[in-house]
Structures are given as structure tokens and as C-alpha cells.
């Protein structure tokens, strides 16, 4: 059963305007949740954050939403770019549940931003 | 810094053969796994150590071994090569402690014939 579920396998968006990229998960453990970029060739690389005390995390364009009632999280991406046209993973971990370093990921969601 | 390294980029492999995925960073990070990535599932945990000499399974670890003799490399090994284990393989290292982001290497793809 999958534990972290992003359930759009791609989104289409045009240059300038807001990506908004959703993740689900079941388990209850996890308390810190990640994003992460991957271009064709390249391994992962990180994007961006969130510990389940907080409900939102900016980093310049990057904004997560975190609702742990719902145990939903989402990524905007405002403005977006066509360099950020990537695949984006959603991750997340259970630092406090003797499995701290153990990563379980999304199946990813294709992200093209067109000009 | 070079960051994570990985070595071979491609490989191709007939059924039963075995060889070892290299994996190094140059980061004095504690924390190092290996991943595979498959269509349509996202990453999968294999293995990871938390230190030179430990080691522990992941989620999918049947049909890799590995080893953690230094803090800098951390070799997954395919002992008896199958078409299932056909996949790209990524690497990722980290400081313990929370809130550590991990670093990815390049990724090798490797094709089981």
C-alpha cells in the first residue's frame, strides 16, 4: 500500500502563472515532508521542506502547504518558469519514529511549463 | 566538493552476472543509501547505513548486498544479476540528525538481459 500517494502523474501549466502540486499520505508517523526536483539524466535534488509543526514553508517562489488533518500537502510554484518543468517527487520521513533517515517517496508528478 | 559520485553512468549485465555499483561523496556525511527508481514508482529505498560498519534493509533489499568499511563509500552489490533488477539506481548521502535533506548522485542505469 502506498504511503505517499501523488495522484497526477503530470500538469501543464503556462509560463507566469501558479503550479500547484498536491501529495497525500496514510501514515500517521510522518512528521517532516520534503519536495524534490529531478531532471531526465540527473539524480533528485532537494527543493524544499516542512516539519509537521509548521503549516507553511516559503523559499522564494516555493511555498508548502501542510495539512496534517487531512494528511495533504501541496507545493505552489508562483511564478513558474519553463526551467521548472521537471519531475517532482514528495517525500516523507518519520523523524521521531526510530526510523529517522528512511525516505519514502511519491511516485512523482510531471511538471511542463510552457512559454 | 564533488558532492555524490557514482560510478558506472550505463551498464549492461546478462542474467546471473554479478557486479558492484560504486557510490562516494566526499561530504563527511554519516547517512548513506541507495535507491532504485522504476516507471511509474517512484523511488524505493534498498539499503542505507548510518555510519561506517552499519548497515540496514530498506524496502526492496532482496538480491543487493552492501557494506559501509569507510565514511566516504558506500558499493551496492547485485550478486546474481535478474531482469527484475533492471532499473536506475540512485545513491544519497546526509548528515544524521533532523531536518537533513539527502543528496542525490547522477544515478546509474542498469539493463539485466
Known amino acids: 500500500d502506498q504511503q505517499v500517494k501523488q495522484n497526477s502523474p503530470s500538469l501543464s501549466v503556462q509560463e507566469g502563472r501558479i503550479s500547484i502540486l498536491n501529495c497525500d499520505y496514510t501514515?500517521?508517523?510522518?512528521?517532516?515532508f520534503l519536495w524534490y526536483k529531478k531532471y531526465p539524466a540527473e539524480g533528485p535534488t532537494f527543493l524544499i521542506s516542512i516539519s509537521s509543526i509548521k503549516d507553511k514553508n516559503e523559499d522564494g517562489r516555493f511555498t508548502v502547504f501542510l495539512n496534517k488533518s487531512a494528511k495533504h500537502l501541496s507545493l505552489h510554484i508562483v511564478p513558474s518558469q519553463p526551467g521548472d518543468s521537471a519531475v517532482y517527487f514528495c517525500a516523507a520521513s518519520a523523524l521521531g519514529g526510530g526510523s529517522n533517515y528512511k525516505l519514502t517517496f511519491g511516485k512523482g508528478t510531471l511538471l511542463t511549463v510552457n512559454p | 566538493n564533488a558532492g555524490v559520485t557514482q560510478t558506472p553512468k550505463f551498464q549492461v549485465l546478462k542474467t546471473g552476472q554479478s557486479m558492484t555499483l560504486q557510490c562516494a561523496q566526499d561530504?563527511?556525511?554519516?547517512?548513506m543509501s541507495w535507491y532504485r527508481q522504476d516507471p511509474g514508482m517512484g523511488l524505493r529505498l534498498i539499503h542505507y547505513?548510518?555510519?561506517?560498519?552499519?548497515?540496514d534493509q530498506g524496502e526492496v533489499p532482496n538480491g543487493y548486498n552492501v557494506s559501509r568499511s569507510t565514511t566516504e563509500d558506500f558499493p551496492l552489490r547485485l550478486l546474481s544479476a535478474a531482469p527484475s533488477q533492471t532499473s536506475v539506481y540512485f545513491c544519497a548521502s546526509s548528515y544524521l540528525g533532523s531536518y537533513n535533506e539527502q543528496f542525490f548522485g547522477p544515478g546509474t542505469r542498469l539493463t539485466v538481459l
Open positions: 547505513s548510518v555510519g561506517a560498519g552499519i548497515t
Open positions: 561530504m563527511n556525511h554519516e547517512y
Open positions: 501514515n500517521s508517523m510522518f512528521d517532516y
